[in-house]
């Protein structure tokens, strides 16, 4: 059955247009859902909101990007065309013949010049069409610099599953805030990190982990899921739980980690899989590089179509590593920072 409050959470989440660098269009709605359990809550200066709740035991921080994949707007043409350039690392391809929605609510129809090989697009042969007349108009609606994402919402798709735009991570922002508002609920000592600018190079998480310099971090992003037909190798599937990721392109989890991890795993009875990512790179590395080093663990969700402009994922996935982390975090609190 799928789980009604994950879902609302996340279908609120993903109704919020954040490209990289605008993460203040959500930042909202975050506040909303963290702000009764937080001692505290901020935005740093990159655009990250951190909520912290002051409670007992170690200082544990739970990560979760915020942020998706778009466009901005560069140029507008004589005839109130807007020239675009991506926002993290999509093909021009992807969005041809597709709505976008920019920042502020104004709608646009991707094309691509007749002239450009739709073999081999590029930025330059792209165009937005927001219905203006001119390039006075044009930049009455839309200013050069607006970021602007995929119109598309997410609809339910068989039992338990969601399919939409940017599920990969809203769905982490989810399972952090249910995490989060557990964990102070049971007075850990707790903060929790929407981090911004993860697409264009983990930016919001460095700042936010030199600042916070918790005693562990546990990241929760999406594992690339291999069964799709001619799918990416993966052994994570879709529809068998959380995976616990032993490394990707930044990270190689410590041992100490991941076995706190499986122990979470072991004693809730949480079926977990192992994520092993080296096409991609997660917050964990820049994490546990920061300062003079932090312990941190990675928690992973199966997307299927992970890097595309729509995904899809199961919710029993997501409540599931929301009861993974919820373990981590009680099993590590009860340790002392050298324990780990």
């Not at 609302?8 to 009764?36: F, N």
């Not at 102070?184 to 600042?211: E, L, P």
């Not at 928690?299 to 981590?328: E, N």
Request: glycine residues 10%; aromatic residues 4%.
């Amino acid at each position: 059955m799928m789980d009604s409050q994950l879902f609302t959470t996340i279908a609120d989440l993903c109704a919020h247009a954040a490209p990289s660098g605008s993460e203040s269009v959500i930042e909202p709605v975050l506040r909303k859902y963290v702000e009764a359990y937080a001692s505290e809550v901020w935005v740093d200066s990159l655009g990250t909101l951190i909520a912290r709740h002051h409670g007992s035991g170690p200082h544990i921080l739970l990560t979760a990007h915020v942020d998706e994949p778009g466009l901005m707007a560069i140029d507008i043409t004589d005839d109130g065309f807007l020239r675009v350039v991506p926002i993290g690392a999509l093909d021009a391809s992807q969005f041809v013949d597709r709505q976008i929605r920019w920042t502020n609510g104004v709608l646009g129809l991707v094309g691509a010049a007749d002239s450009a090989d739709r073999a081999d697009l590029s930025y330059d042969d792209l165009y937005v069409d927001i219905g203006a007349a001119s390039k006075d108009e044009a930049a009455g609606r839309v200013a050069i610099g607006t970021g602007g994402v995929l119109l598309a919402g997410v609809t339910e798709l068989g039992k338990d599953r969601l399919t939409g735009r940017a599920l990969h991570n809203r769905v982490g922002c989810a399972i952090a805030i249910s995490a989060f508002e557990q964990a102070a609920a049971s007075g850990h000592n707790i903060t929790v990190a929407f981090t911004a600018q993860h697409v264009v190079g983990a930016r919001g998480v460095k700042t936010a982990a030199f600042a916070l310099h918790p005693d562990y971090a546990l990241v929760i992003d999406g594992a690339v899921a291999g069964d799709l037909p001619e799918g990416p190798k993966s052994s994570v599937r879709l529809g068998h739980g959380p995976a616990i990721r032993l490394l990707d392109s930044g990270i190689i989890v410590p041992v100490a980690m991941k076995n706190l991890l499986q122990a979470a795993a072991d004693s809730t009875g949480v079926n977990v899989q192992y994520d092993v990512g080296e096409a991609v790179r997660s917050d964990a590395g820049t994490i546990e590089a920061t300062t003079d080093g932090i312990l941190v663990g990675c928690v992973t969700y199966p997307v299927r179509g992970a890097g595309q402009l729509l995904t899809t994922v199961d919710l029993t996935d997501a409540a599931q590593t929301v009861k993974l982390v919820v373990s981590a975090v009680a099993q590590a609190a009860q340790l002392k920072t050298e324990q780990i």
